[in-house]
């Protein structure tokens, strides 16, 4: 077999961003661009020189090309052993707990998550560290580094390695081993859930849906919702992965899966219904007539964990993103948690958890996580809440009517403006930032601002600093706005706009969220003029 060094030159814009690199498929199909990034991951991390990586991806077009490149790659570069999910496929969390449990260097994910799929759609690719979580951000730093300087990759020469049946093979000294994605992760949810409560919750007639909007999470589901726990079949929709999602944006959110939400606000609504994403780490819970955020989820678990066997002995701690909701921090007070807050990235949470400071993370892009792994997860978002539930013997509304009484409702919202003008966005967070100084003690739509600042977080763990996290402004009352640009998209820039407000009047727990917000949704405006600046009347998408 033989081995080339293929001279490349550097390719402009390898920066990875707030999970791996993200791109159009299109632009990983360049000639030498999977392969320069992909070499510049073995620079980062030393080399991959008798090491044994897991290989996976959300099967999204392009995946079982990469995949074969990336095997390619890695016997050049003298890996020891490759495991890799038959069809070269493994959910991120999937993936998470293979690096883990084998206890392997890390791992290659292939997936623009949440990002349509097909050939003029999108594509990304990340490492994660043998803790099983995203590189952190010295290390995507040295990934980029090594992006700007590299001038030529390892790759050898070979016909591709069936990967449709598991077992080993050889790539020249390299071991390919392919495994069943599902089996070790089902194996991890039964020991960290009371399977049988939920079995007979659903044998005494609970019903339900999963939405696997035809993405990674449909064969997992299926094992476990239906062939495990009995769920009837068809419990499971859009089962089966698709390169291209089924044409859909594989996002679980009310636009994007309209469709399910719809059905539990319905009269043929089942008890308990949730989606997941394209690479399996997203989710979204609703119940007969009611949508949880993402937010208030994370709060609803952090409260209740305690009922699912994995977590009997309590919580360490909770995390969560800044601009997720404070619902979790109000749990935390209340039950004598640590809290942490971090940047938006799942990355952040990987110290925290590794160190015992945090047993729960969360984010308001539909992520809820533990230390069971160090990715976000969906199913597991969906086991748990199905613990609680068998365990409390209440509904998904009557949960979230006895939380919000306890603890207080925190109001939320997000609008994003997509694929704006990237000079526009960056001139608007520039002119917001340049104003945050003088804005507490001004009043808009009739709310004062309290505090303003820009976000920077230093882990406590290991005392790396992270500046420019996004534009913080907290009115009276405990509401707040927050500004900043996501680090995920693949067109242009997209401004999120997170909005919270929180009520403990008993009076006001039911009103509908965009009544709720309505003020603070004018004051975000008023202050940061984003209809002036960018001519946008109304955000693309409101979650
Ligand atoms: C990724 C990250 C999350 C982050 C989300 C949105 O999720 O892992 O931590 O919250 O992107 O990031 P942004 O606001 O920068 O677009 P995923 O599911 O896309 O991997």
């Not at 043929?268 to 949508?291: Q, T």
């Not at 640009?485 to 999120?496: I, M, P, V």
């Amino acid at each position: 077999m033989e081995k080339l060094t293929v001279p490349t030159t550097p390719i402009e814009g390898q920066k990875p961003g707030t999970s791996g690199l993200r791109k159009k498929t299109r632009v990983f199909m360049q000639r030498h661009y999977l392969e320069n990034f992909v070499q510049a991951i073995w620079t980062a991390i030393g080399g991959v020189q008798g090491k044994t990586l897991i290989l996976g991806g959300d099967g999204r077009y392009f995946n079982d090309r990469a995949a074969q490149v990336i095997l390619r790659m890695a016997a050049a570069g003298g890996a020891a052993r490759v495991i890799v999910g038959q069809g070269a496929i493994l959910s991120t969390p999937a993936a998470s707990n293979l690096i883990r449990q084998r206890q392997t260097d890390g791992g290659i994910i292939l997936s623009a998550s949440h990002n349509p799929g097909g050939i003029d759609a999108d594509f990304g690719i990340k490492f994660n560290m043998p803790n099983g979580g995203p590189a952190p951000e010295d290390v995507t730093n040295r990934i980029f580094e090594a992006t700007r300087t590299i001038t030529a990759y390892d790759i050898v020469e070979s016909r591709d390695v069936d990967l449709s049946r598991t077992g080993e093979t050889r790539l020249g000294d390299m071991i390919v081993e392919v495994v069943d994605p599902v089996a070790d992760y089902a194996a991890l949810m039964e020991r960290l859930f009371d399977f049988d409560a939920i079995a007979r919750l659903i044998a005494g007639g609970f019903t339900l849906r999963f939405d696997a909007m035809h993405a990674v999470t449909g064969p997992y589901a299926k094992a476990i919702l239906e062939d495990r726990l009995g769920a009837a079949p068809g419990s499971v929709m859009n089962a089966v992965p698709q390169p291209d999602f089924g044409g859909g944006h594989p996002d679980p959110n009310p636009i994007w899966a309209k469709p399910l939400v719809d059905l539990v606000m319905g009269p043929d609504a089942p008890d308990f219904a949730a989606a997941s994403d394209g690479d399996g780490d997203r989710n979204m819970i609703l119940g007969r007539g009611v949508y949880v955020t993402p937010s208030d989820s994370l709060a609803v678990l952090a409260a209740n964990a305690h009922l699912a066997p994995g977590y009997a002995d309590g919580l360490k701690g909770v995390a969560r993103s800044m601009p997720t909701s404070r619902a979790v921090d109000r749990v935390a007070a209340a039950r004598g948690l640590a809290c942490y807050e971090t940047p938006t990235g799942w990355k952040f949470f990987g110290n925290l958890l590794d160190a015992g400071r945090a047993t729960l993370c969360g984010e308001e892009s539909a992520g809820t996580g533990s230390d069971h792994v160090r990715e976000k997860d969906g199913l597991w978002a969906v086991l748990l809440w199905l613990n609680i539930l068998a365990a409390s013997g209440r509904s998904v509304a009557e949960t979230m009517q006895a939380h919000w009484r306890e603890f207080g409702r925190n109001y939320y919202s997000r609008h994003d403006y997509e694929a704006l003008d990237k000079t526009v966005a960056d001139a608007l967070m520039g002119d917001l930032r340049g104003c945050l100084a003088v804005l507490p003690g001004q009043s808009f739509a009739g709310r004062r601002v309290t505090e303003a600042d820009e976000f920077a977080y230093d882990d406590p763990v290991d005392g790396s600093h992270s500046a420019g996290q996004g534009l913080r402004i907290g009115f009276e009352g405990g509401a707040r706005a927050v500004f900043r640009l996501s680090g995920t998209g693949t067109e242009g820039a997209t401004l999120r706009v997170y909005l919270e407000d929180f009520v403990d009047d008993p009076t006001r727990l039911d009103l509908a969220p965009e009544t709720a917000l309505s003020d603070i949704v004018a004051a975000a405006d008023a202050i940061a003029g984003i209809g002036a600046k960018t001519g946008r009347l109304a955000p693309d998408v409101i979650t």
